[in-house]
């Protein structure tokens, strides 16, 4: 059966109150592809009642960003949906989550100033405020959340705890594509050669899991040959950093459960990605 299809704040609230059952939410930005519907099926297999919401916010962009451009297809999306069986999506408008007079904003300390938030300065504040606002809309049980924006979910999981919100948050690994690539939205942007040098940032962060393995456990050493690798792709690095997954701190030494994440610009287009070391 198809979705139901809500817009209005004050519906979906209203209709969350009233479910008997277990909530799954997904929160999305459209134009879904492989890695947020496994997002949904983890949602289906774990809970009764499950949500998606379908909203570009554009708090989370900054000026120079690609808000204007950002993919998208609700006819498609819906249908994907559909498929999966999904009981509601909430596709809200800018005039229902930002009304004229809006002024509250939420922020996580530190944890929001390192990685993408040295480049993405105001990025995490309007990621931090609209899932909260959805959280309050929804109130469900559980959230579920790709690994592959790995701060995101760090800096949510702070949030959550900090504000006593009653949900959990499901993290779920990422999606490749067969030749390794990360899923994302924004993978769209990438032209037939840019998707090749696009595999530069999975095969840097094999590339570290190898050194690891032969013994090279120095963070300089392995960011160095990380570096190499993508530059010769020509593609530009925003960052590389390897850190520890609950503190998000840099760690000199690799240790095994150690993470490392990566920025880089393919083309004109940003891309992330990252690896549990093992
Ligand atoms: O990860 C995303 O798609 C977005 O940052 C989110 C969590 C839906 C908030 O807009």
Redesign the pocket.
């Known amino acids: 059966m198809k979705p139901k299809l809500i817009n209005s704040i004050e519906e979906m609230s209203t209709v969350c109150r009233q479910l008997k059952g277990k909530i799954g939410f997904v929160?999305?930005?459209g134009f879904l592809h492989a890695g947020h519907l496994s997002l949904v099926s983890e949602a289906k297999r774990k809970t009764d009642i499950v949500i998606v919401?379908i909203?570009?916010?554009p708090t989370?962009f900054s000026a120079n960003e690609d808000l204007s451009s950002y993919p998208r297809n609700i006819e498609r999306d819906i249908e994907l949906l559909t498929n999966l069986d999904v009981d509601y999506i909430f596709f809200p408008t800018d005039e229902q989550m930002y009304p004229d007079g809006y002024k509250t904003w939420l922020n996580v300390d530190k944890i929001t100033q390192v990685l993408c938030g040295r480049s993405r300065p105001t990025h995490f504040r309007?990621?931090i405020t609209?899932?909260a606002k959805?959280m309050n809309i929804i109130d469900p049980d559980l959230m579920f959340?790709?690994e592959k924006?790995f701060q995101?979910l760090v800096v949510?999981k702070q949030m959550i705890k900090d504000l006593n919100f009653r949900t959990k948050i499901v993290g779920c690994p990422i999606i490749r594509e067969k030749d390794g690539l990360a899923l994302s939205s924004r993978n769209k942007y990438l032209s037939y050669s840019g998707r090749k040098k696009a595999l530069c940032l999975n095969k840097s962060l094999l590339l570290a899991q190898k050194l690891f393995n032969r013994g090279i456990i120095s963070s300089n050493k392995i960011i160095s040959q990380m570096t190499d690798l993508i530059e010769e792709n020509e593609c530009i690095i925003d960052y590389i950093e390897v850190f520890d997954q609950n503190t998000l701190e840099h760690i000199p030494k690799l240790i095994s459960g150690s993470r490392i994440a990566l920025a880089v610009i393919v083309e004109n287009t940003r891309l992330i990605d990252n690896i549990k070391i093992l």
């Open positions: 929160p999305t930005m919401s909203y570009v916010n989370q309007g990621v609209i899932v959805l959340m790709g924006d995101q949510l």
